[in-house]
């Protein structure tokens, strides 16, 4: 796999988890293959190295059920952009964030 197309789906695979839209009406305003997607969501987690750290961790109702992250750090890379969002996070919020850094690669 070439890196940057990698590092292109897993900004589109983490957008999509933050998002809470299904598959179908995230790609759609991506303008992506809904196929595609859980293709490289699939793909991305299978490429993560086993007893290593996690390159994707899918954020659910169980896992932020009023749609805020209390606690702990957030790290993306997106290409040449890192972020670190530290404490409480809007997941809305954050899925708006990196959606604007993969349009602007």
Known sequence: M???TE????GHVTAWAASGRTCKEYAA???INPRTLTWWKS????????GGEARFVEVTDQ???SG?????VIEVAVGDTRI???GR?????????????EARR
Do not use: F, S, T, Y
């Open 63 to 65: 896992v932020a059920p």
């Open 7 to 10: 590092e292109r789906w897993q």
């Open 43 to 50: 793909k991305l987690k299978e490429a993560a190295a086993p």
């Open 89 to 101: 996070v809007d997941v809305e919020a954050l899925a708006r964030v990196l959606a604007v850094v």
């Open 84 to 86: 670190v969002v530290r």
């Open 29 to 31: 305003k991506a303008g």
């Open 2 to 4: 070439k890196a940057a």
């Open 68 to 72: 805020m992250i209390e606690d702990g």
